[in-house]
């Protein structure tokens, strides 16, 4: 995979903040990424005028694609994919082609069967489960609210159920400081409705290994833990888990009880107590916990957190195609 340290930046500056124009004129056989309603699309229009719809996100790990006019081809401007005027993969690291317009926008309206309070400012939602929706765990939906203009805002959550339950299931934190979506689906009650997309996302199983986690960057590695146990798959698999006080930490139980003893470890970063760990995840034990074997490790949390864990795991030398993560 190109390494790109820009590519977190570039993801949340083209997803979240850049303007794209609601309405414009495409050239025949030029394309553009522009707004229909309020989603982002990626238009090709061909020589005979037939536009064709797809979505701007690069299937490796969702930066909005550009249109090259001198090449006739869709660029990712993250780690370099390279996509046709109509979305199949010309380069990598992607693998998939484009979503067309018709799968990337498929919305389904889910009730909320179920509320529980888990931890400080975290509450789990059980919901209604789509016909035929599928899933792999660690992957996430975008939840679909409006906003006081009556806008559809998306946001991503990481499904904490397993694909074979028959329910779905989300982990979601509010943020006192935030005035925004998580606070207006903290104040749902059941019997209320909500949208979701399809599911998408990078974090996926794909052997034994280490999780390094902070906060709710838990939720899809306990989606894959729970998983695991479901499958009755034997395994090895070790947790460091960060936060900033017990009050925070949710299913702590839970996630000793699928994991072998002691390979679950948690840490506080503004608490000292004496069956925590105190202080932020270190070089220390993440080499001690990596050993000599040849491990995959996983990483989720917030930015800063992901650029500390992929500095130490540089000097510990740990291959980049080892380390599974959103961001990159």
Same mark, same amino acid.
């Given at each position: 995979m190109p =390494?790109?340290?820009?590519?977190?930046i570039i993801l949340i500056k083209d997803r979240f903040f850049k303007k794209y124009p609601k309405t414009s004129k495409i050239p025949s056989n030029s394309g553009k990424t522009v707004m229909r309603g309020n989603k982002k699309v990626a238009v090709y229009k061909n020589k005979s005028g037939e536009e064709f719809l797809l979505s701007p996100y690069c299937t490796h790990l969702g930066c909005v694609i550009d249109w090259n006019?001198? *090449?006739? !081809?869709?660029?990712?401007?993250?780690?370099?994919?390279? =996509?046709?005027? /109509?979305?199949?993969?010309?380069?990598?690291?992607? *693998?998939?082609?484009?979503?067309?317009?018709?799968? !990337?926008? *498929? !919305?389904? /309206?889910?009730k909320i069967t179920g509320i529980r309070s888990l931890a400080n400012n975290v509450k789990e939602f059980t919901t209604e489960k789509p016909k035929k929706y599928t899933f792999k765990p660690g992957q996430a939906t975008n939840i679909?609210?409006?906003? *006081?203009k009556g806008e559809k805002i998306f946001r991503p959550f990481t499904f904490t159920s397993t694909n074979k339950q028959p329910f779905l299931k989300f982990i979601i934190k509010q943020y006192p400081s935030h005035n925004g979506v998580t606070k207006k689906l903290h104040k749902m009650k059941v019997g209320d409705k909500l949208l979701i997309t399809e599911p998408f996302g990078a974090i996926q199983y794909k052997g034994e290994g280490l999780f390094l986690a902070a906060g709710t960057g838990i939720n899809p590695f306990l989606a894959i833990l729970r998983d695991l146990q479901e499958k009755d798959l034997k395994h090895n698999n070790i947790v460091i888990l960060s936060n900033k006080t017990k009050k925070d930490i949710y299913l702590e139980k839970e996630m000793s009880e699928i994991l072998k003893k002691g390979n679950f470890i948690s840490t506080l970063t503004e608490e000292k107590l004496p069956e925590y760990k105190n202080g932020r995840i270190d070089k220390k034990i993440i080499k001690e916990k990596l050993g000599k074997q040849k491990k995959y490790v996983y990483i989720c949390g917030p930015e800063g957190f992901e650029k500390a864990m992929k500095k130490i795991l540089s000097e510990l030398e740990v291959k980049e195609d080892m380390i599974i993560s959103e961001q990159w």
């Open positions: =390494f790109n340290i820009k590519a977190p006019k001198e *090449k006739k !081809e869709w660029h990712c401007p993250c780690h370099g994919s390279i =996509f046709s005027k /109509t979305g199949e993969v010309k380069q990598g690291p992607a *693998k998939k082609p484009l979503k067309k317009l018709d799968d !990337e926008n *498929k !919305e389904y /309206t889910i679909v609210i409006l906003n *006081k």
